[in-house]
């Protein structure tokens, strides 16, 4: 059973534009998010992160939205760049532990 | 600062044979450790966490094994070997105290199991 889904397998943004990555999440215990940055052969890279008091966080080109009422919860980078390409990771991880469950993953490309 | 460090980066095993990956923390105490698999074309998978020395919880069941020898030592094992162990191995701290912080991940071991 996924508790975290990421259902784009893929998107393809043009350079400058609005990347929208989104996941959905199935248990209501999970009360932190977040976001992790992976490229071929390495480690995932921690990008941002949202707790489950706010509905949105900031960091720079990047912000991630958190809706609790639908458990859905989407990661915006504006604009988009080249380097911006890779696979994006949406976690989630229930109160009171630091476990963390990966969804399936979205391939961003970002062309000129 | 931290760091993590995991080996072998690349490892082709003949179906059957053991498996020992090693997984090594710097810079931090008392860490949660953490191994993750992720086969073609899927999402990252928990296998093991770990909040202390000899405390090992298993997520899925399956052909590994993981031990915690020492504060900031991990290891994921196997005695045989499967097909279907191959994949990407990933290895993970965070911090223990306090509850919303961010996992680290070590570069990774590709698995081949032929």
């Known amino acids: 059973d996924q508790q975290v889904k990421q259902n784009s397998p893929s998107l393809s943004v043009q350079e400058g534009r609005i990347s929208i990555l989104n996941c959905d999440y199935t248990n209501s215990m999970f009360d932190y998010f977040l976001w992790y940055k992976k490229y071929p052969a390495e480690g995932p890279t921690f990008l941002i992160s949202?707790?489950?008091?706010?509905d949105k966080n900031e960091d720079g080109r990047f912000t991630v939205f958190l809706n609790k009422s639908a458990k859905h919860l989407s990661l915006h980078i504006v604009p988009s760049q080249p380097g911006d390409s890779a696979v994006y990771f949406c976690?989630?991880?229930?109160?009171?532990?630091?476990?963390?469950?990966f969804g399936a993953g979205t391939r961003l490309a970002v062309h000129p | 600062s931290q760091t993590i460090h995991q080996w072998p980066a690349t490892l082709v095993q003949p179906v059957g044979s053991p498996l020992s990956l090693e997984c090594t923390v710097e810079?931090?105490?008392?860490?949660?450790l953490y191994w993750y698999r992720q086969a073609a074309g899927r999402g990252l998978q928990l296998l093991f966490y770990?909040?202390?020395?000899?405390?090992i919880s298993s997520e899925v069941p399956q052909n590994l094994s993981a031990s915690r020898p020492q504060d900031r030592q991990f290891i994921l094992s196997s005695k045989k070997l499967l097909l279907s162990d191959s994949g990407f191995y990933l290895c993970a701290w965070s911090e223990r105290q306090g509850m919303n912080t961010e996992a680290f991940f070590g570069q990774g071991t590709r698995l081949t199991v032929v």
């Open positions: 976690a989630a991880s229930p109160g009171g532990y630091n476990k963390l469950i």
């Open positions: 770990s909040v202390g020395i000899g405390q």
């Open positions: 810079g931090t105490s008392n860490p949660n």
């Open positions: 949202i707790s489950s008091i706010k």
